[in-house]
């Protein structure tokens, strides 16, 4: 009986939380603006762009120059809409959107600025597709097909642009670019390195870095991704293979602590690349160079057998028990972390026994056992990867986050800088 007024207390407070909640939920809705896209209402939150709009109603309005994760520039001007009653498109990218506004996605005044714009971007361009390794996955080929002329009425001389060197990894055929600033924004806003910029003006303007210098980021390759040209491709995928040739399984990056969610493209068997996969949690769409090239190790460079220094200094094969006799005499052991999984276990363990070893230690002990040896609680995260951007204050301790983990240091940066 006592129990009944703490229950009538609780469903009280539920029943008015439950207004309050109700209340903040109605001033909310209350704040949004209603705008109409092609004829149909959307709500929407002050200051949200005319793009965003277009795509909450699930109209997709092209373009070059805007990202989701980027600064906007609008300087492609692919994404111009029309607006009924204003005297111009305006670009969708940058334009706010004010109440009452009916956005004309499809109208004629939108398909001629779109296919205007979309001449003169290919008026410079080389039109290399059948050699460009973006090929078969390029946003220029898939919206000139969309939203282009058939035809070009442009007679004279094309444009030529010396090509950059930015390092062995990304590979740059400059001629393609029309200067969308991707790749600028991103090597400032997410990398953290101001190599890449603009010279020049109009129709002389180039993107490169500034004095010759290699483009030194540990997120290089995002800029290949980011591309959508195929002015920024990957020097070791080059010539390699086409985007319809190859195998696509999804899977976890190891070669750091963060786990990026990555998609390794396969072909007969051999890995091609590797791509980065969405996941707003942990790497949101980017992955570290070390993840992005080190599936070179995998085959071309690859240790399938042990080896040691002979007597003239030169690295020579050699068998396992020489080896391992070599280094720690009859003290060999093996320690395994909780998350390897059984076969690589047993591969460890038949390891061991060819080497008349007996000694494996795990994190995680059988069942039977009072506790475990996990001591990895003590040094991890105390809050998800994600919740960096949330945070107040940050302690790191012997650690240097740009070069053990570059994702991480990116939410850093994005919180604290």
């Given at each position: 009986?006592?129990?009944?007024?703490?229950?009538?207390?609780?469903?009280?407070?539920?029943?008015?939380s439950?207004?309050?909640?109700?209340r903040?939920?109605?001033?909310?809705?209350s704040n949004q603006?209603?705008?109409f896209?092609?004829?149909?209402?959307?709500?929407v939150?002050?200051?949200?762009?005319?793009?965003?709009?277009?795509?909450?109603a699930?109209?997709?309005?092209?373009?070059?120059?805007?990202?989701?994760?980027?600064s906007?520039?609008?300087?492609?001007?692919?994404?111009?809409?029309?607006?009924?009653?204003?005297?111009?498109?305006?670009?969708a990218?940058?334009m706010?959107?004010?109440?009452g506004?009916n956005?004309?996605?499809?109208s004629?005044?939108?398909?001629?600025?779109?296919e205007?714009?979309?001449?003169?971007?290919?008026?410079?361009?080389p039109?290399?597709?059948?050699?460009?390794?973006?090929?078969?996955?390029c946003?220029?080929q898939?919206?000139?097909?969309?939203?282009?002329?058939?035809r070009?009425?442009?007679r004279e001389?094309?444009?030529?642009?010396?090509?950059k060197?930015?390092?062995?990894?990304?590979k740059?055929?400059?001629?393609r670019?029309?200067?969308?600033?991707?790749?600028?924004?991103f090597?400032?806003?997410v990398?953290g390195?101001?190599?890449?910029?603009t010279?020049?003006?109009?129709?002389?303007m180039q993107v490169?870095?500034?004095?010759?210098?290699?483009?030194?980021?540990?997120?290089?390759?995002?800029?290949?991704?980011?591309?959508?040209?195929?002015?920024l491709?990957?020097?070791?995928y080059?010539?390699?293979?086409?985007?319809?040739?190859?195998?696509?399984?999804?899977?976890?990056d190891?070669?750091?602590?963060v786990?990026?969610?990555?998609?390794?493209?396969?072909?007969?068997?051999e890995?091609?690349?590797?791509l980065?996969?969405?996941?707003?949690?942990?790497n949101e769409?980017?992955?570290?160079?070390?993840?992005?090239?080190?599936?070179?190790?995998?085959?071309?460079?690859?240790?399938?057998?042990?080896?040691i220094?002979?007597?003239?200094?030169?690295?020579?094969?050699?068998?396992?028990?020489?080896?391992?006799t070599?280094?720690a005499?009859?003290?060999?052991?093996?320690?395994?972390?909780?998350?390897?999984?059984?076969?690589?276990?047993?591969?460890?363990?038949?390891?061991?026994?060819?080497?008349?070893?007996?000694?494996?230690?795990?994190?995680e002990v059988?069942?039977?056992?009072?506790?475990?040896?996990?001591?990895?609680?003590?040094?991890?995260?105390?809050?998800?990867?994600?919740?960096?951007?949330?945070a107040?204050?940050l302690?790191l301790v012997?650690?240097?986050p740009?070069?053990?983990?570059?994702?991480?240091?990116?939410?850093?940066?994005?919180r604290?800088?």
């Open positions: 009986m006592l129990r009944l007024p703490a229950v009538r207390r609780t469903l009280a407070g539920v029943a008015q439950s207004r309050v909640c109700g903040t939920t109605a001033t909310a809705a603006i209603e705008v896209v092609d004829g149909h209402p959307v709500l939150n002050p200051g949200t762009t005319v793009l965003q709009a277009c795509e909450k699930g109209i997709q309005i092209p373009r070059f120059c805007y990202h989701d994760r980027l906007v520039a609008g300087n492609c001007r692919m994404c111009l809409v029309e607006i009924e009653k204003a005297p111009k498109p305006v670009a990218c940058a706010p959107v004010m109440k506004w956005i004309l996605t499809n004629e005044k939108s398909r001629k600025a779109r205007g714009v979309m001449e003169f971007l290919l008026a410079n361009h039109l290399d597709c059948p050699i460009c390794d973006q090929g078969g996955e946003d220029l898939d919206q000139s097909m969309m939203f282009g002329s058939d070009s009425r442009f001389g094309k444009r030529a642009v010396e090509d060197n930015i390092g062995p990894l990304v740059t055929i400059m001629t670019c029309i200067q969308c600033t991707r790749c600028i924004r090597a400032s806003e990398a390195v101001d190599d890449l910029g010279t020049g003006r109009g129709n002389d490169g870095t500034y004095v010759e210098k290699m483009f030194m980021s540990e997120l290089s390759g995002n800029i290949i991704d980011i591309c959508p040209v195929g002015a491709t990957s020097k070791p080059a010539f390699t293979a086409r985007p319809w040739e190859t195998r696509k399984v999804e899977s976890i190891v070669l750091d602590a786990g990026s969610n990555i998609v390794v493209s396969t072909r007969t068997g890995v091609m690349r590797i980065p996969r969405l996941h707003e949690d942990i769409e980017w992955i570290s160079d070390k993840t992005r090239f080190a599936y070179d190790g995998l085959k071309r460079q690859r240790l399938t057998q042990p080896m220094k002979n007597e003239k200094g030169l690295l020579v094969y050699a068998s396992w028990e020489d080896v391992l070599r280094v005499g009859v003290e060999v052991a093996a320690i395994v972390g909780g998350l390897v999984d059984a076969e690589a276990l047993i591969a460890l363990k038949d390891l061991l026994n060819r080497v008349n070893c007996d000694t494996l230690c795990t994190e059988f069942p039977t056992a009072g506790a475990g040896t996990d001591l990895r609680s003590n040094y991890l995260l105390n809050t998800k990867i994600a919740g960096v951007e949330e107040d204050v302690l012997g650690t240097n740009r070069f053990e983990a570059p994702l991480f240091n990116a939410r850093i940066r994005k604290f800088v």
